[in-house]
């Protein structure tokens, strides 16, 4: 070999060792990002956790509640996630309030559920904003007054931000109808009751498209529904809903009565609707505000 190739042959050595430093840095950065992240992410919670809940013991919740949220979201304004009551239909103590926190959240504790005598489990689906990059947790208390925990770390940026739809004037008109049916949960006869809300649920975060301008928060802060005098669920949450809220939950089949809902936002404005007991779930109409 002469010298010219033994330099030639040195040279492709070190480009082909650049080449995989290059691509392990390519590769590596992400990780360690990603990795640090999550690590922030973590200290958030402890934060959070001395906040809401001081001196409580919480377990893994892994046999008591499962949330199923996407790693990597579509779309952060309309992120679908369900949580799912692992220990309906059991002897154990059933579960009687969720938190839902979404850690990276300018308001992190999203929402609280409670759940009574006619719900059929602790069940639940509905759509939230993501920020940024976070772990989503669910917390349970059992009527035991144990704690569980369970998450999920999610993908998604931008979602508390993200602009609001064009015709805001049309949203805010039709603001307060609400729809109830019923919905097939997979390919069983199992169903759920799905409840939509006509709101645009706007953050405080958000630019008006047409006007440049942040619009005030305004937003749907509280549901309740019942069925006849029993207690489904009362829930409490923020902007972390997406707009024009919708919420999936069981309702017991022995439970009598028309089912009501009654809905107010942070400006106190305030939507009722009932629906007649034979008619739950097959009729649309609009609420009515006051």
């Known amino acids: ?35 640090q992240r999550r690590d922030q992410d973590e200290a958030a919670w402890k934060s959070l956790r001395a906040e809401h809940f001081p001196d409580r013991s919480i377990a893994d919740g892994e046999d008591v509640i499962t949330l199923d949220a996407p790693y990597r ?57 993501v920020n940024s990059y976070t772990y989503m947790r669910v917390i349970a208390e059992t009527a035991d007054q144990k704690l569980y925990m369970v998450k999920k770390y999610v993908k998604a940026s931008g979602g508390c931000s993200a602009p609001i ?11 307060g109808q609400m729809r109830l049916r019923q ?4 390919e069983g006869d199992d169903r759920r009751t799905q409840l939509l809300i006509r709101h645009p649920n706007i953050t405080g975060l958000q630019m008006d498209q047409l006007t440049r301008l942040v619009e005030p928060a305004h937003f749907v802060d509280a549901i309740n529904v019942r069925k006849g005098d029993a207690l489904v669920l009362d829930s409490q949450m923020t902007f972390s ?6 919420l999936q939950f069981n ?27 034979k008619q739950a779930g097959l009729s649309q109409s609009n609420g009515t505000s006051s």
């Open 1 to 35: 070999m002469t010298a010219r190739s033994a330099a030639c042959a040195r040279w492709q050595r070190q480009l082909a060792m650049g080449f995989m430093v290059v691509l392990a840095a390519v590769f590596t950065l992400p990780a360690e990002a990603d990795v």
């Open 73 to 129: 979201a579509e779309d952060p304004s309309v992120v679908p996630i369900t949580i799912t009551d692992e220990r309906a239909g059991t002897d154990a103590p059933p579960i009687r309030r969720l938190w839902l926190v979404i850690d990276n959240n300018p308001v992190p504790m999203s929402a609280r559920f409670d759940f009574g005598p006619a719900a059929e489990s602790a069940t639940l689906a509905t759509r939230v904003r």
């Open 165 to 175: 739809g064009r015709d805001l004037d049309a949203a805010r008109e039709n603001m």
């Open 251 to 277: 309702v017991r089949d022995d439970a009598r009565g028309a089912l009501s809902v009654h809905v107010h936002d942070n400006k106190d404005q305030q939507f009722k609707q009932t629906w007649p007991d």
């Open 183 to 186: 919905i097939r949960v997979g």
């Open 241 to 246: 809903l997406s707009a024009n809220p919708s």
